[in-house]
């Protein structure tokens, strides 16, 4: 009888137990005032001591670690003198044929000397209507009409920098969908970046094999059709100044560094091959306002009358104004790294001899052998 007396007292505290852990489970613990555990929306970059940075906070904190703030924040940046783009020339490009030079207007015949088809142009100072069309040269050559005068001229111009930006950023080079996230599978936003708009570059991710750039929350871009400056401060090596040209084969953007900090970039257009641009340490070692640029090899002739600001750095090769370009941000040239006027203007007057420029490309993909890099180069 004590036995089983002792068997129901001990079921007994067993279901007193099991009851009373039930109801620990089942009531919700008494929560604190508000704002005792959960942060007010704000950003936390480093851990707060009497909250949680959940919901809203985690969100903004997370922007702000990419370095996306609310409202965003602009480049330090501004558009240079639009003044850098006026050339105190005329040009006219010639049609792929023989074209004469004569030694007064309305001539005819075959002429003393005559431009071979080619890629030509030819700078002029005067039109006249005599027996047809003519353009008198500099050198007072006169040639037919024979092609067209060349009435745009990019107006295009990079960037001043009156400090360097904490991210990267780039030019979409044509009419761009923002995505919702990366991929091309992505649903859109219904919103399209122009072409040469400026971006800020947050993030980066692979996705369908091809690189996707992040310029806000929600927003994406495909990478391949942006040019983008990776911007970099560390004085390259082999580079003995604190002042440097940056030339970003794989972005086709050129930058320019001062005293450790950004203070120019820009869109080009370098060597194709197999006109490659060489990657390499080089030096400015000449300066010319104007040049007069060509190739006597037939079968790939080019004459280029009054090239702008032009600054050579590796053989033929040069920095210079392309007034014959209306859209950069792909290889088009011969070796050289071609500019908008504006551009090749504003680096003309930053630069002097003995400045260095460092052309680099990271994706290998540009030879190095020199024995590929002889002849002429525009």
């Known amino acids: 009888m004590k036995q089983i007396g002792k068997l129901l007292f001990i079921s007994y505290i ?45 969100y903004l904190t997370e922007l702000a670690r990419l370095g996306i703030t609310i409202p965003p924040r602009p480049l330090p940046a501004s558009k240079p003198d639009p003044s850098l783009t006026q050339l105190p020339y005329f040009y006219f490009h010639l049609d792929e044929d023989y074209v004469p030079i004569y030694g007064a207007p309305g001539e005819k015949g075959p002429g003393g000397q005559q431009f071979p088809p080619g890629f030509v ?45 904490k991210n990267s950023f780039g030019w979409a080079f044509e009419l761009l969908p923002i995505m919702k996230s990366p991929g091309y599978n992505a649903a859109q936003t219904g919103r ?44 390259p090596q082999g580079v003995t100044a604190n002042r440097w040209i940056d030339v970003d084969l794989a972005e086709q953007t050129l930058a320019v560094y001062e005293n450790n900090q950004l203070i120019f970039a820009t869109v080009i257009a370098s060597g194709l091959e197999p006109f490659w641009t060489r990657p390499g340490i080089f030096q400015i070692f000449e300066k010319k306002e ?22 050579y750095f590796d053989g033929a090769r040069a920095l210079h104004g392309a007034y014959w370009r209306t859209r950069f941000g792909y290889p088009q040239s011969h070796g050289c790294i071609n500019l908008s006027v504006g551009d090749s203007h504003w680096l003309f007057n930053w630069a002097t001899v003995g400045d260095w420029v460092y052309v680099h490309d990271r994706t290998g993909l540009t030879p190095t052998d020199p024995a590929l890099y002889t002849g002429g180069a525009y």
Request: charged fraction near 15%; proline fraction near 8%; include cysteine.
């Open 14 to 58: 067993f279901l007193a137990m099991s009851q009373s852990a039930y109801a620990q489970e089942q009531t919700p613990p008494i929560e604190p005032e508000s704002g005792g555990i959960v942060c007010e929306p704000d950003v936390y970059l480093s851990e707060p001591d009497n909250c949680q940075p959940f919901g809203p906070s985690a």
């Open 290 to 311: 104007t040049e007069t640029m060509r190739n006597n090899d037939m079968t790939d002739f080019y004459y280029l009358d009054n090239v702008p600001w032009t600054m």
């Open 192 to 235: 399209q970046v122009m072409p040469f708009e400026v971006v800020t570059i947050y993030n980066t991710q692979i996705m369908d094999n091809e690189e996707w750039y992040m310029i806000g929350p929600d927003q994406w871009l495909e990478g391949r059709k942006v040019a983008r400056v990776i911007v970099n401060t560390t004085i």
């Open 121 to 165: 142009y030819v700078s002029y100072i005067d039109r006249v209507e005599q027996n047809g069309v003519y353009y008198l040269m500099p050198n007072g050559g006169w040639i037919p009409g024979k092609g067209a005068r060349v009435g745009e001229i990019s107006s295009f111009q990079g960037l001043v920098f009156t400090s360097t930006p």
